[in-house]
């Protein structure tokens, strides 16, 4: 067996080699290894009066990010009709 290099991977070829290898657990290592690796970003305090509010906001800002990403992506869907 060939040896992965999960190093030559984009993170969204990482992220779909371990969800399809479920078994290999190097490769699970590797993608979290490249994720704690980023610099987080700080929404807020726990002593911020604007706490709620900033949490809520930077969710749906992630949320429209995944739904326009998800949207550019061609939908292919197969009605009875079209099955043979």
Do not use: C, W
């Not at 078994?23 to 290894?33: M, R």
């Amino acid at each position: 067996m060939s040896q992965v290099n999960y190093n030559e991977m984009s993170d969204p070829e990482l992220k779909q080699y371990f969800l399809k290898h479920r078994e290999d657990h190097a490769a699970f290592q590797a993608y979290l290894d490249r994720i704690n690796q980023r610099p987080r970003r700080i929404i807020a305090s726990l002593s911020d009066p604007d706490f709620d509010e900033k949490v809520q906001a930077a969710i749906r800002q992630k949320l429209e990010a995944a739904r326009s990403s998800s949207d550019q992506q061609p939908n292919i869907t197969l009605d009875a009709t079209d099955q043979g």
